[in-house]
């Protein structure tokens, strides 16, 4: 039987069109948001309206929710690349290489970490989605680096707690266009999902808030290598503020790299990776820190670019 809900629009979502305002408040997809627009599933104060229409705070939304789509399973599977930089009773942090997201996901068909690290014979909690047990942060499926999975049902509770409380320091190598000014700084912007994309994202007036620091490591003639530390982990962060103040990653098409410079230096992804995490661990209570050094495509890219 499909589930009808009715509720009023809150007041952060006043002005936003349809579509955008019912993925933001049952976190659709915005391509599912539009699907049901059309459909005829949703009303506006009992009239239907156009997926571009905007809504008004305080008006009621009536709305035929879909059928949920079952994520796939995180059935054991080797993940070539993947590798543990640490395990214990409680954690295990791992070295993500390209082209491997963080879990599966409906209408991702590639290989991910918790199939990776369930095949190396590590049991994750259980706590949080089936598909997601054990992950308490992501990186992108383009993005290299380091990644910390709950082994214990504390030692999520206490990790999830610490990316929430912001704890834990994020340090992200950067290779990027140009050269930032100052440089050394903070960008401050609210990020959401982008207004014309349902895969993109971008700063947008009333997104959640997004902090990220970044000091130059060293400067190239067409880039700079930044050094990173990130306050908030919103969905591809660092790739839209840099893009938000014209310096994208290198090799980023998505957010507007330069393809010219992308092919001389032979990069089929953005320049990004997670190179050092730092947290208090949750058994022992002490400070541990890890770091993985660059992966082969960015460190021949970084020698083709400082060449």
């Known amino acids: 039987m499909t589930e009808r809900r009715t509720l009023p629009v809150p007041d952060g979502l006043d002005g936003l069109r349809l579509d955008a305002a019912l993925a933001r408040l049952f976190g659709f997809s915005r391509t599912t948001a539009a699907a049901l627009v059309d459909g005829g599933g949703v009303a506006v104060d009992g009239t239907a309206r156009g997926r571009s229409d905007r809504v008004l ?3 009621w939304l009536e709305v035929e929710m879909p059928a949920p789509v079952a994520a796939p399973t995180a059935a054991p599977e080797p993940v070539p690349g993947l590798t543990v930089v640490h395990a214990d009773d409680d954690i295990v942090v791992i070295d993500k290489p390209v082209g491997v997201a963080a879990h599966p996901s409906p209408g991702w068909e590639g ?12 049991r994750l909690s259980t706590s949080g989605p089936a598909e997601r047990q054990g992950v308490v942060h992501r990186l992108d499926v383009g993005t290299t680096g380091l990644m ?44 959401d999902r982008h207004p ?24 190239f003639r067409s880039a700079t290598l930044l050094d990173i530390k990130l306050e908030t982990g919103r969905t591809h962060q660092i790739r839209v503020h840099l893009a938000a ?7 980023d098409i998505t957010y507007g790299a330069d393809p010219t410079l992308s092919a001389r230096l032979r990069l089929g ?30 460190a021949r890219a970084l020698a083709l670019v400082a060449d």
């Open 269 to 298: 992804r953005q320049w990004l990776h997670a190179a050092r995490l730092g947290f208090t661990h949750p058994g022992t209570g002490e400070w541990v820190e890890f770091a993985s050094p660059y992966p082969d495509d960015l």
């Open 245 to 251: 103040v014209r310096h994208p990653l290198v090799g």
């Open 148 to 191: 910390v999975l709950a082994k214990s049902e504390r030692a999520y509770t206490v990790l999830k707690d610490a990316f929430k409380q912001r704890t834990v320091d994020k340090r992200y190598a950067a290779l990027v266009q140009g050269h930032p000014d100052p440089t050394r700084g903070t960008i401050d912007a609210p990020i």
């Open 111 to 122: 290989p991910t970490v918790v199939q990776g690290v369930a095949a190396m014979g590590h």
């Open 57 to 59: 705070a305080g008006s």
């Open 196 to 219: 014309g994309s349902d895969w993109k994202f971008a700063v947008v007036a009333g997104g959640r808030p997004s902090v990220t620091h970044y000091d130059t490591v060293e400067a």
